[in-house]
């Protein structure tokens, strides 16, 4: 199992700019496509961002051309940047490695002035 640990939320101005990053425990996280889920109050978690172990990405229309997804494999390391951010993206962002089913505890982001 590899463990997910996230960081980089917080309160941002509409507009404004947050890099979240997720630190994988193992090496292994180079042969796995990660992805970024992000879940709101009574909502189910849904995708935001994937991206491969050959680094091809995936982003929901809601965040195409804000939002940037990307990894260090040599520091295990998940990114996503996140620009013109809006109030309707505040919610708490996740970490996923899909092919072992691991996730991070979350890191909350509001949106907000």
């Known amino acids: 199992q590899v463990e997910l640990v996230e960081s980089g939320g917080g309160l941002v101005e509409p507009g404004g700019s947050l890099r979240l990053s997720c630190a994988a425990s193992s090496g292994s996280f180079v042969i796995y496509t990660m992805a970024w889920y992000r879940q709101t109050p009574g909502n189910e978690r849904e995708v935001v961002a994937r991206i491969s172990a050959g680094h091809n990405t995936y982003y929901i229309d809601a965040v195409k051309g804000r939002f940037a997804i990307s990894r260090d494999n040599t520091k295990h390391i998940l990114y996503l940047q996140m620009n013109d951010l809006k109030p309707e993206d505040t919610a708490v962002y996740y970490c996923?490695?899909?092919?072992?089913?691991?996730w991070g505890q979350g890191t909350q982001v509001i949106v907000s002035s």
């Open positions: 996923h490695l899909p092919g072992l089913n691991s």
